[in-house]
């Protein structure tokens, strides 16, 4: 398995046979070398889109129809992006789990909103979510993103993740103090990457107390296109 980060919330994961890209955000985004856009995508078989938000959502179709991935998410979004842009979807709902290959993917709750930008405003994109990935003897949590929840303690008990991909910048998510809070209160996690932060100036610039209210948990603070193998 490697891990690794493309700026902002996108990660690329190589697992069990597929290349999953999850909220692959490239075109645009201040921590992401553009020019490096074929080391990112190539090889891609699925992108998982958490919700509708153009910093999560918006090189989906350009990079489904240049790798023939298929694109996976929540029904509603995945019923609209079939129908708008053409490319294959596998759209399903929230506690449901879908096989990609040898790869498990459960949607799971998140707390923020969704969307997609229109000439007339923002329109109704499905709900937000996360989802834990099951594969070669790991469970990923991916939060999406997302405040603190109650549910979060249930997505342990059901799926006891070892690794944690967090939302953590603030503003528009969890900071890095609420986010070391979930993961001390709701989960027993090995291995803490953070996301959403860096990028712009309004979020959240370092992990450092995310570091030092998680003793005994390994945080890796990413760098762009550097694979981390847990």
């Given at each position: 398995?490697?891990?690794?980060?493309?700026?902002?919330?996108g990660?690329?994961?190589?697992?069990?046979?597929?290349?999953l890209?999850?909220?692959?955000?490239?075109t645009?985004?201040?921590?992401?070398?553009?020019?490096?856009?074929?080391?990112a995508?190539?090889?891609?078989?699925h992108?998982?889109?958490?919700?509708?938000?153009g910093?999560?959502?918006?090189?989906?179709?350009?990079i489904?129809?240049?790798?023939?991935?298929v694109?996976?998410?929540?029904?509603?979004?995945?019923?609209?992006?079939?129908?708008?842009?053409?490319v294959?979807?596998?759209?399903?709902?929230?506690?449901?789990?879908?096989?990609?290959?040898?790869?498990?993917?459960?949607?799971?709750?998140?707390?923020?909103?969704?969307?997609?930008?229109?000439?007339?405003?923002?329109?109704?994109?499905?709900?937000?979510?996360?989802?834990?990935i099951?594969?070669?003897?790991?469970?990923?949590?991916?939060?999406?993103?997302?405040?603190?929840?109650?549910?979060?303690?249930?997505?342990?008990?059901?799926?006891a993740?070892?690794?944690?991909?967090?939302?953590?910048?603030g503003?528009?998510?969890m900071?890095?103090?609420?986010?070391?809070?979930?993961?001390?209160?709701f989960?027993?996690?090995?291995?803490?990457?953070?996301?959403?932060?860096?990028?712009?100036p309004?979020l959240?610039?370092?992990?450092?107390?995310?570091?030092?209210?998680l003793?005994?948990?390994?945080?890796?603070?990413?760098?762009?296109?550097?694979?981390?193998?847990?």
């Amino acid at each position: 398995m490697k891990i690794t980060w493309l700026g902002h919330s996108g990660f690329r994961i190589e697992t069990g046979g597929q290349v999953l890209l999850l909220d692959p955000w490239l075109t645009g985004n201040p921590m992401f070398p553009e020019d490096r856009w074929g080391e990112a995508v190539t090889g891609a078989t699925h992108v998982l889109i958490s919700h509708g938000h153009g910093d999560h959502a918006a090189d989906a179709p350009a990079i489904a129809k240049e790798t023939g991935a298929v694109v996976v998410g929540i029904y509603d979004m995945m019923q609209w992006l079939g129908d708008k842009h053409g490319v294959e979807t596998v759209g399903f709902n929230k506690g449901g789990t879908v096989a990609l290959g040898e790869v498990k993917v459960t949607m799971v709750n998140a707390s923020h909103s969704s969307s997609v930008d229109s000439p007339d405003g923002p329109v109704y994109a499905g709900h937000e979510s996360g989802f834990v990935i099951e594969s070669e003897g790991h469970s990923i949590y991916f939060s999406g993103d997302t405040d603190v929840m109650a549910d979060m303690a249930i997505i342990n008990d059901l799926h006891a993740p070892d690794i944690g991909i967090l939302c953590a910048g603030g503003h528009f998510t969890m900071d890095m103090k609420r986010a070391a809070y979930a993961a001390s209160k709701f989960f027993d996690f090995k291995t803490v990457i953070p996301c959403h932060y860096r990028t712009f100036p309004i979020l959240e610039q370092s992990a450092e107390t995310l570091k030092e209210a998680l003793p005994g948990v390994q945080v890796i603070e990413p760098e762009v296109l550097t694979a981390i193998v847990p």
